[in-house]
């Protein structure tokens, strides 16, 4: 594994440039930090996109990922929904499935979709176990397309399955879904979060146990703490393995952002002035993109998601 080594944060402003052409070239990059504070992780995030906040993140925008995580409010009576604060395995999907919304942004409103790139960054690793496991969707799209077309066709056809997660549900959708600007976004979680289309049954299950769950399409590695994984989510599957806790005060302790992606379909409300807030749209606030510091230092890899062969 390739890490970029910022002992510094004026070394880490002068890799931004290598680092984001090596998440346009490869789908991540591992960035081990000078230190593990959640400020460094937010310098890494702002120059890479917008956040887009999450139910149980902060105000920042960062989501803890550990077994520790307090019980304070509404979501929390439905813990058993967020597999990231178990220990147990989490198989390989991407961020924010289940997500299909709508908000608004002054006179406008924005088609909300998954983040397009996560951000983890490690400041406790666990006793034993506890891998990331990554998976480049782009080989398996090229195989899929070589091996199986009619089954790439299935998977791209909108309706073939609906993800669901506590109070999010992001209807028929497709594994690969082209968006309007010809970027090809990836959706995929196997667990009891999706609902497949007898049509298209055959095809998802195939997918997980022919590609996904092969050893083959697979890379591994154990983030030390103070590293950084930047994940473009609308190409790589990401998950982790299960994991032991040591001691008290040891336990695997990761940080999580999200990032919205730049070009969100934007749409009007007919009613001009007059559109008003709809309690349908409350349950997106809590996935709303956050104001960025300073637009101008933003410089996001140039491209992301699944590309088509020319
Ligand atoms: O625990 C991890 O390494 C990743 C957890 C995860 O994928 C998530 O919370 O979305
Ligand atoms: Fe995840």
Excluded at 23 to 43: F, I, S
Excluded at 204 to 222: D, V
Excluded at 234 to 263: C, I, P, T
Aim: contains cysteine; glycine residues 6%; hydrophobic residues 40%.
């Amino acid at each position: 594994m390739m890490v970029f080594q910022c002992p510094t944060r004026y070394s880490l402003f002068e890799r931004y440039g290598d680092i984001a052409d090596q998440v346009a070239a490869c789908g991540y990059a591992v960035v081990q930090a000078w230190d593990a504070e959640p400020d460094t992780l937010k310098d890494v995030c702002e120059r890479f996109g917008r956040v887009q906040t999450h139910i149980r993140a902060d105000a920042n925008g960062l989501v803890g990922i550990s077994t520790e995580t307090v019980v304070n409010r509404d979501w929390e009576k439905y813990r058993s929904e967020y597999s990231g604060i178990n220990s147990e395995e989490f198989l390989p999907h991407t961020d924010g499935s289940y997500l299909h919304g709508l908000i608004r942004r002054d006179d406008q409103y924005l088609q909300l979709l998954p983040p397009k790139m996560l951000v983890l960054q490690c400041w406790q690793s666990a006793a034993a176990g506890g891998a990331s496991v990554l998976i480049d969707v782009q080989q398996v799209y090229e195989d899929l397309a070589r091996e199986n077309p009619e089954h790439l066709r299935v998977l791209s056809t909108k309706g073939c399955v609906t993800y669901c997660r506590d109070d999010q549900i992001a209807l028929d959708r497709a594994v690969f879904e082209e968006l309007q600007d010809g970027t090809i976004m990836l959706r995929f979680r196997y667990d009891s979060t999706a609902y497949v289309a007898a049509w298209a049954s055959e095809a998802f299950h195939s997918l997980q146990q022919n590609y996904f769950a092969n050893p083959k399409f697979r890379t591994l590695l154990t983030l030390a703490k103070g590293q950084i994984i930047v994940i473009d989510n609308y190409r790589m599957l990401h998950g982790r393995e299960s994991f032991s806790n040591g001691d008290a005060g040891q336990e695997r302790k990761l940080r999580r952002v999200w990032l919205a992606y730049d070009r969100l379909p934007v749409l009007r409300n007919v009613g001009g002035e007059q559109h008003r807030d709809r309690r349908a749209l409350k349950r997106f606030d809590a996935y709303d993109i956050l104001p960025h510091a300073d637009l101008s230092t933003m410089t996001p890899p140039t491209a992301v998601g699944i590309r088509q062969a020319a």
